[in-house]
């Protein structure tokens, strides 16, 4: 790994564990085990590396659920398998937790990819439960667009729970609950 890709995998990681705030030049530096002439060498400053920091979580978030959702199977069968995958529950999703920053909610630019990654998530999921719809996979009264930007909430809100609580199982269990709303109803 070079030094540019280093003090970007470092910032992601700092980012992730102290915020924005928290994650300052001399700390990435030392992480990355980078001087600050080869950080300013590739990056302008804090905002331009926290900005290339963030576009990767968000590259590797919408990477990650689409191996799932481009999967084999039905689209019930590989929303359940996005819904399901292993996930460190305690710490949290790289690019929700980012929301929670003032600082990276406060500056469009870096605000921005957020943004567009939960967006794709949501329009992605929603996609798929349309198709889920059609085949007759969940209840046919299903709102897609809906029913997508739950699933959001739950899967971050189950990283909410599991840091509150210190158990994994209160994320495990908001997706159990979520995946049995999505069984269609039956007569």
Known sequence: MDTRERLIES??????????T????????????????SMYHHFRG?????????????????DRAEAEFSAPGTPLQRI???????????????????????????????????????SWLTGRLAALLA???AAGEVDAGLDPAATAAALAAVLQGGYVLARASGS?????RAVEGALALLAPRRP
Not at 11 to 20: A, I, K, M, V
């Open 168 to 172: 994994a199982q209160a994320q495990a």
């Open 46 to 62: 804090k905002p331009d590396l926290a900005l290339a920091a963030i576009q990767r979580s968000a590259e590797e978030l919408r």
């Open 11 to 20: 910032t992601r990681e700092l980012l992730w564990e102290r915020g924005y």
């Open 80 to 118: 359940t398998a996005y819904l399901l995958r292993e996930r460190d529950a305690l710490k949290g999703c790289p690019v929700g937790r980012l929301t929670q920053d003032p600082d990276v909610m406060a500056d469009p630019a870096l605000r921005a990819p957020v943004q567009e990654a939960l």
């Open 131 to 133: 198709q889920a719809r």
């Open 22 to 37: 928290g994650t300052s030049p001399r700390a990435v530096q030392q992480r990355a085990g980078a001087g600050q002439g």
